[in-house]
């Protein structure tokens, strides 16, 4: 069942040519149908699947991960190559990281990239503590739709799913690293006025690609979601110019680097993944110590707890911060947002950790010299 309306892939058949069109995180192909019937309404057969856990309920999205997306990607990638003679591949938000993650493994097969809005990292603090917030509650809720322009259509969820999202981190770290592997020509559009995904985000595409043709679009009076904005028309007539561009040969495969710069960015991409750990190899000394250390004398009957004022107002705080977070969570109850309760719960929790702490208890052994 699907909750947003119209959200279902689907295929436009056209000419020779192929256009893969993805769309972005909790969206649907609502978000990217104008782009894509424009782009076949100038002859391109054009495919724009709904990705897995989309369209549907975020809690079915909290289900799926980055590879599922990918996956699906693929596949759709795959058909449409199957019966056109040339592809290229359009991605929208996340979409663009999706994008970029195909055209790093299946570089060969597509003629070029169109990038909008991508996003491949968000330096936001708190989205570091996603990893913690999952387990805690399962989704939060999003702001108004970065739409500039009035009344535009259903097209994403009303809250985002934390386990999704945090598998979402973990493709903008694969898709970011490995942004040296692009060297297609590429055309990548973004916002200034972007409220989703910072420009900054394409800026490091920019920077970090060795695509020796690289088109810049810029948009100045939409939001996040262009094809649904004001600047509709100038991304589909950008479009088409870079893809024509591209088929005629003014813009052309290739790389600006030379094979050191390359050697150089393997070299950095293969240490991003190992552990730099020094630590000398353990002795039989240190084996010693640590049998030593396990069989040590432990005092019988430790005393109780009792918990101090600070301790008692702490789980006070974690109790409220947690009944907030359920009342958010499964209802409309909302005054400041769900962060302070959130950094309640993790402030409680660190608060009778470091209280509990006792110093080691002075155990006499009755012996005196």
Known sequence: ???????????????????????????????????????????????????????????????????????????????????CERVFVAGFSMGGSLALRLAQIRGSEIEGLLLLNPSVHDRRWYLKLTPILKLIIPSIKKGPTDIAAPNPPIHSYGRTPLKALDSLRKLWHIAERDLYLIDLPIMVAYSINDHAV?????????????????????????????????????????????????????????????????????????????????????????ELDRFEEAEK??????????????????????IASGVYLLLYTFTDFEIFGVWPAVLGVIASIATIIWRTARKDDDYEDGAYL
């Not at 813009?251 to 991003?272: H, K, T, Y």
């Open 1 to 83: 069942m699907n909750s947003i309306p119209n959200s279902e892939g689907f295929t436009l058949s056209g000419g020779k040519i192929g256009i893969l069109v993805i769309h972005g995180f909790t969206g649907s192909p609502v978000t990217i149908k104008p782009w894509a019937n424009y782009l076949n309404q100038i002859g391109y057969t054009v495919s724009a699947p709904c990705l897995p856990g989309h369209g549907t309920t975020w809690q079915e999205m909290n289900e799926t991960t980055w590879q599922d997306w990918y996956e699906a990607v693929e596949q759709s990638f795959v058909e449409l190559k199957s019966n």
């Open 198 to 286: 910072d420009p900054e985000n394409s800026m490091t595409v920019i920077d970090n690609i060795f695509s020796v043709d690289i088109r810049e679009v810029v948009f100045e009076k939409s939001f996040h979601n262009v094809p649904l904005d004001y600047e509709a028309d100038q991304l589909n007539i950008e479009s088409k110019l870079f893809i024509e561009d591209v088929l005629s040969g003014v813009l052309q495969r290739g790389s600006d680097f030379n094979e050191r710069d390359l050697v150089d960015a393997e070299f950095d991409s293969i240490v991003s993944t190992l552990s730099l750990d020094q630590s000398s190899p353990t002795t039989y000394l240190d």
């Open 297 to 318: 004398f432990t005092p019988p009957n430790p005393r109780w707890l009792k918990l101090d004022q600070t301790q008692r107002m702490a789980g006070s705080t974690f």
